[in-house]
C-alpha cells in the first residue's frame, strides 16, 4: 500500500488529477452498488411480507369455511339424532358413527 501511494505522489500533476478522479469513481459506484442492494432488500423484505400475509388470509378464510361446514354436518346430525339411526346419519353427513354417537351424549 504505501508504495503505491509512493507511485502516486511521484506521478505528474494530470495523473495524479486523473487517478484522483478514478478512485472518486471507484468509490461512488460502490457506494450505489451498496445503496442499490440495500433498497432491493429491503423492497425484497416487504414484498415477502405482503406475499405471507396474503397467504395468511387466504389459508384463515379457506380454515374457516373448513370448521364451519365441520360444524353444520354436527348441528345437521344433532337434529337428526331423534329421527334416525346413527348409521343413516353417518352416511348423510360424512361424520363417523364415533363422532355422532359421541354427539348423543352431548
Do not use: W
Amino acid at each position: 500500500k504505501a508504495q503505491k501511494e509512493f507511485d502516486v505522489i511521484n506521478l505528474k500533476k494530470e495523473e495524479r488529477i486523473a487517478y484522483s478522479k478514478y478512485q472518486s469513481n471507484l468509490h461512488y459506484e460502490a457506494s450505489m452498488i451498496f445503496s442499490s442492494y440495500g433498497l432491493g432488500k429491503h423492497e425484497g423484505v416487504k414484498e415477502g411480507i405482503e406475499q405471507g400475509i396474503e397467504q395468511g388470509i387466504e389459508q384463515g378464510m379457506e380454515k374457516g369455511i373448513e370448521q364451519g361446514i365441520e360444524q353444520e354436518k354436527i348441528e345437521i346430525a344433532k337434529n337428526l339424532l331423534d329421527v334416525l339411526d346413527v348409521e343413516t346419519i353417518s352416511i348423510k353427513t360424512g361424520l363417523s358413527i364415533e363422532e355422532i354417537e359421541s354427539l348423543k351424549k352431548i
